[in-house]
């Protein structure tokens, strides 16, 4: 290279510089290629780099998710482990995690890895830290075990939905701050649930709730029943959407007031002008596909937009393949045939919680039963949409 090629490459390299170091608008645009941990690290380099990945985060609202299926080669549940590598690419700051697992292969089955080592349960506090140490400081994370998960693979909005009743499976839901949508979690037993917890969690006194997800472990317990209809009593007479089902256990958020094994509730409470939703009951009655479909068919009349809207699919445990005479993934694909653009989430359970309701803009529709939330051998179908 001789002294004009030398000056010409200084020169190229002191205007690229320049425009990296003084125009916002170019910084921004080369900013938006690059995920969420990137952006939290280049924002130190300088304060204009600092201001513009402020300004792309904020632009970042779009919902994102991790799932997994299958045995997992390593020591950790097959979630955890994708999690680790997938959280490194998201373009989103989150703000709430909603992690669902299948509970035989993360809580009650111990199981022999390596050979070398002893048998250790997947479901230990180390693990739950170790899923906390993989999003940022302050992010709220809720997780659930439970008998079967029905997930969406991570990637595409369009992937079809699959449901899992057997064999180890999970997904983790990663939800940023978003304008006119709150997302609050709550965690309740016998011991923590009174009149000023319910209205700090944005149960009662609250005309902007609009959804409520729910998840009741232990309820076969004695007073978990009674438990479990004092709750529903209070969220049935809101004119917010309740949606949910009875869990093997809870992952996180941990108790502090309750002892192990004892029954509580958690969930999410969905609230702001921004949120609608609408959910459909297919009852014992439904029972083969082109009965699964009409049904699902009827969230259409809630009519909302595609973007930033989930699927939610809480089902009971004798359902699925023998209920529908060994035709599989029925419900998922029903679900898919209706909305091929939207992602569908869910669980498997013991139980189920809600009823036919729309809940959109500033009015209610409901079922005439409202009564009656809670199910056996049932599905609960729900469409959440944020913003």
């Known amino acids: 290279m001789d002294e004009n090629e030398d000056f010409t490459f200084s020169l190229q390299g002191s205007k690229a510089t320049y425009v990296l170091s003084n125009v916002a608008e170019v910084v921004e645009r080369i900013l938006t290629f690059l995920p969420t941990k990137s952006l939290l690290r280049i924002a130190s380099v300088c304060r204009l780099w600092r201001n513009c990945a402020r300004r792309v985060l904020r632009t970042q609202q779009h919902l994102t998710w991790v799932s ?22 998201v373009f989103l700051l989150p703000k709430m995690v909603l992690v669902m697992v299948d509970c035989e292969a993360f809580t009650g089955q111990a199981y022999c890895y390596r050979q070398s080592k002893a048998k250790k349960s997947r479901h230990s506090p180390d693990t739950v830290e170790e899923l906390k140490l993989l999003f940022p400081r302050g992010c709220d994370i809720m997780g659930v075990a439970t008998p079967g998960i029905v997930l969406t693979p991570s990637g595409s909005y369009s992937s079809p939905p699959q449901e899992y009743q057997e064999g180890e499976a999970g997904f983790a839901i990663m939800f940023p ?24 969690a944005g149960l009662v006194d609250n005309p902007e709730l609009r959804v409520v997800l729910l998840f009741v472990y232990e309820a076969y317990k ?27 256990s809870v992952l996180s958020p941990p108790r502090h007031c309750c002892s192990q094994g004892s029954y509580g509730v958690v969930g999410l409470a969905l609230s702001g002008p921004k949120v609608q939703g609408a959910s459909v ?64 989430f869910g669980l498997f359970g013991n139980g189920e919680i809600g009823c036919d309701r729309i809940i959109k803009d500033d ?12 199910h056996e051998y049932t599905t609960v179908m729900t469409l959440v949409h944020l913003g």
């Open 363 to 374: 009015y209610t529709l409901c079922d005439a039963d409202t009564d009656s939330l809670q």
């Open 68 to 89: 997994a299926c299958g045995p997992s080669n390593s020591d950790v549940h097959a979630l955890c482990s994708i999690l680790t590598e997938e959280v490194e690419k």
């Open 177 to 200: 701050s978003m304008e006119g949508v709150h997302i609050k979690p709550f965690h309740f037993c016998k011991k923590s649930m009174s009149p000023s917890a319910l209205k700090e």
């Open 222 to 248: 004695p007073g978990g029943a009674r438990f479990l209809n004092q709750m529903l009593e209070l969220l049935g007479k809101s004119k917010a959407l309740v949606a949910g089902g009875l869990v093997e």
């Open 281 to 344: 009951l297919l009852d014992q009655d439904v029972s083969n596909p082109k009965a699964a479909e009409a049904t699902v068919r009827r969230l259409k009349a809630a009519k909302l937009p595609e973007r930033n809207t989930l699927g939610f699919m809480f089902a009971c445990v004798g359902r699925g393949q023998n209920f529908y005479n060994n035709q599989t993934n029925v419900e998922a694909d029903a679900f898919r045939k209706v909305f091929p653009n939207t992602p569908l």
